[in-house]
Structure formats: C-alpha cells, structure tokens
C-alpha cells in the first residue's frame, strides 16, 4: 500500500540556516503531495502542495518539488527563522476519488537564535 | 472567515464515562475526518465520512463512535470502551473529490482524571 517515510528528528538549525527535511513516498498511481506545519498546541496547517511530477509548491520562502523518478517531496528553505520552529507533516492522498491522507510521522524542527 | 471549529479545547473525563467532542466546519466541504495524536507521535485516522449518514471506520476505531447528521457536523465519542483516551484529538475536513488538502481545526486535549 501507499506509505510516506521522513527524516527522524529533532533538525536543530541556528537562525538564517537553510533547511532540508527529507520526504520519500511509496504509492501507485499518481497522488497528489503535500507539507503540512503544526505549532505546539495547534491543528496543523497546509503549507504547501504539488498535484504532479515536476510541480514546484511554495509557500512563505519554503519549497518542495514532486520528484516522481526519486519519489521525494523534500521540503527545503534557504533561511529559517526563530518563528519556524515546529513540527512538519509530509503526507500523499491514498489515491481514488477520496481524499484520505497517509502522513508522515514528522518531523521537529528546533531554530536557536 | 471560513474554517473548522473543535471544542472544547480541553476535557477531562473520568472513568467509565463517554464524552463527547464536537467539531463544526462552516466551509461547505462534504468529507469529514477524525484523528488521534499522542504525544511526539504522527497521526492515526478514527473515523472519516465522505458525505452526510455515511461513515466509515479508520485505522483505530476501537471504542469510539460518530454521527454525520448534518453536512456541517461530525462530532466524535469516546466511549469508556476507549482504555487509553487521554490524547490530543484532531478534527479535519475537505472537498471529498480526491486528491484535495484536508483542513484542520485546533484539536481537543482529552485527559482522564
């Protein structure tokens, strides 16, 4: 069946540090892609998306690109910030016409000053 | 502004008591979800429903029940037949026409006492 697999954390970056978060994907057919951003306490919060091989999603300076040959989603940010500390979903639609997710376990991202 | 309202935001229940968490979204999306989140974990889906008086189970649905009466509304109960509740509680929804984000509410923190 369909599977997500992430980068154990915790990634622990210094201000202004590019990040990667690495994100690889086991699924027939073609799912669509998607990050997701959850602060302590919070629901979590669609950061960005791709629908297609090739596609490039980006939202507030991160990026990730839907890499089909590599089946990779890996989310990447050139300059992180203080504020982006939190915990981040990568997840696939689970395919047919519903749109049942299958997430990630995630991924911690702690930014120091 | 549109979006997915859970309440409470804490509970506490205690022994051999059913409770339940209410969650309303005013976005007019069809499919409807529930998840569970323990600590430092990902997250497990309980219960979906892709359209109103339908529902299906998720991967864990032992010792909880839904309703989906009205579109808008898809409250969960966790029933005295749950033997480890205390978890943060995560309600979503979307279109329902494949491939779509899910959107999320702010959860519900269930304790015993």
């Known amino acids: 069946g369909n599977s997500v697999t992430q980068m154990e954390g915790p990634v622990t970056l210094s201000e202004e540090a590019f990040l990667t978060i690495n994100c690889t994907y086991t699924?027939?057919?073609?799912?669509?892609l998607f990050w997701y951003v959850q602060y302590p306490g919070e629901g979590l919060q669609l950061l960005l998306k791709a629908t297609k091989a090739d596609d490039k999603g980006s939202n507030k300076g991160f990026e990730a690109t839907y890499r089909k040959e590599t089946t990779s989603f890996h989310l990447e940010k050139g300059s992180v910030q203080v504020s982006d500390s939190a915990v981040y979903f990568c997840a696939l639609s689970d395919g047919g016409n519903t749109d049942k997710l299958i997430f990630g376990t995630g991924t911690r991202l702690q930014v120091f000053p | 502004d549109g979006g997915i309202t859970q309440s409470p935001k804490y509970l506490f229940r205690k022994e051999g008591q059913n409770v339940t968490l209410s969650c309303e979204q005013n976005l007019n999306h069809d499919a409807m979800y529930w998840y569970r989140q323990d600590p430092g974990q990902g997250l497990r889906l309980i219960y979906y429903?892709?359209?109103?008086?339908?529902?299906q189970k998720g991967d864990i649905a032992e010792g909880y029940s839904v309703s989906r009466e009205k579109k808008e509304s898809f409250p969960l109960t966790v029933t005295s037949a749950q033997k480890n509740p205390t978890a943060f509680y995560l309600c979503?929804?979307?279109?329902?026409?494949?491939?779509?984000?899910?959107?999320f509410g702010d959860g519900t923190r269930l304790s015993i006492l």
């Open positions: 699924a027939t057919g073609y799912p669509s």
């Open positions: 429903s892709q359209i109103v008086n339908d529902f």
């Open positions: 979503a929804s979307s279109l329902g026409t494949g491939n779509q984000p899910q959107h």
